[in-house]
Structure formats: structure tokens, C-alpha cells
């Protein structure tokens, strides 16, 4: 496995080495002693998700104000833009953010570290979207930051407007969101 800093230094995109042949492929996903090499983080995962989307849909950028969570993310079926955005004021980085595609095709994973939101918006006609987290859902403490603020300026490459929950219509400008120290 390949581990890709990105232009904000805690966020790894992941390059696993495939092995496939004419019955089909195989690769690891997560090795936490490889994962702590390559990171320089221990990490323990405690909860593993899976959603499914349509075309367009955006869901984010979410985070956790209490019990942060870090996020191993891939796509199983599909392709996605995903996107992390820092939300730590005392970061050389905050308010900034990076986008990967993401797709089952090229099996790339991203590693978003406690402190950030996350988002992503679903490219194909639908994705199947996993991630593992270091700490469990509390939905009391979770937030949403808009999508399209403006101070954010993230490309998220639509043709059309995303579809997007009602949470996250009510999502609140980095300026006015709670964020971490």
C-alpha cells in the first residue's frame, strides 16, 4: 500500500496494491500496523458504515464538535468526490480543504483525521460508500457545515444542483460553525 500526503499534510489518499488476474482481484483494505507506518497514527476503529446514493447527491460536510471522529473512506461501487475540509483554528490549513475522486475502479482510499468535515457527492448514476471511524455516531454533536459556502470555494464538479438532505440545507457557514481549537 501507497500512502499519498495531500496538500493538507494529515490527509493521506491511499493506493492499494492490487493483485488481480483472469478470476478477479484481491487487495487489503486496512492493515493497522502498515496504516501506523505509514501515518504516523495508531488508530483503533470502532464503527464501519456503508451508504448507497444516487447521482448528485451530497452528503456533508459533517463533523462531530464532541467525540471527533477520523475517517478511513473508499467506494465500492461507483465514483464519488470526496472532500475534507480543515476546521481546526489553530492549523496553518484551516479553511482549507482537498477533493479526491474516488471509485471502485481505482479502489483509492482517503484518511481524514479527527478535526475535519467531510463530504462527499456521488459522480456515477449511484455509489456505495464505506468508512471506518475512531469513534462511535453521537448524533447530538454532530454538525454540518454548507456545502457551498462561499469562503470554502470547493469545485464539487456538478453539472445540475446536488441533492442534499434537509440537515444539510440547514448547515452553517465556516464563519458561524463551532470548530476545533
Not at 483494505?29 to 501515518?39: H, I, V, W, Y
Not at 464538535?65 to 484551516?94: E, Y
Not at 481524514?112 to 471506518?132: M, N, Q, R
Request: proline content about 6%; aromatic content about 12%.
Amino acid at each position: 500500500m501507497k500512502a499519498i500526503p495531500l496538500s493538507i499534510p494529515e490527509v493521506f489518499l491511499f493506493e492499494p496494491k492490487v493483485f488481480g488476474d483472469d478470476r478477479g482481484f484481491f487487495f487489503e483494505s486496512f492493515n493497522r500496523r502498515k496504516f501506523a507506518e505509514l501515518t504516523g497514527r495508531d488508530v483503533d476503529f470502532v464503527q464501519d458504515n456503508h451508504s448507497r446514493s444516487a447521482k448528485n447527491v451530497l452528503r456533508g460536510l459533517h463533523y462531530q464538535i464532541q467525540h471527533p471522529q477520523g475517517k478511513l473512506v473508499r467506494v465500492v461501487q461507483g465514483t464519488v468526490l470526496d472532500v475534507a475540509v480543515d476546521i481546526r483554528k489553530s492549523s496553518p490549513t484551516f479553511g482549507q480543504h482537498v477533493a479526491v475522486e474516488l471509485s471502485a475502479v481505482n479502489k483509492r482510499m482517503m484518511w481524514i483525521p479527527e478535526g475535519f468535515a467531510h463530504g462527499f457527492v456521488v459522480l456515477s448514476d449511484t455509489a456505495e460508500f464505506l468508512y471506518k471511524t475512531t469513534d462511535y455516531w453521537f448524533p447530538e454533536h454532530e454538525r454540518s457545515i454548507l456545502w457551498n459556502d462561499p469562503a470554502l470555494a470547493i469545485d464539487w464538479k456538478l453539472q445540475t444542483p446536488p441533492i442534499i438532505s434537509g440537515k444539510d440545507a440547514q448547515g452553517k457557514i465556516l464563519a458561524d460553525a463551532g470548530c476545533f481549537a
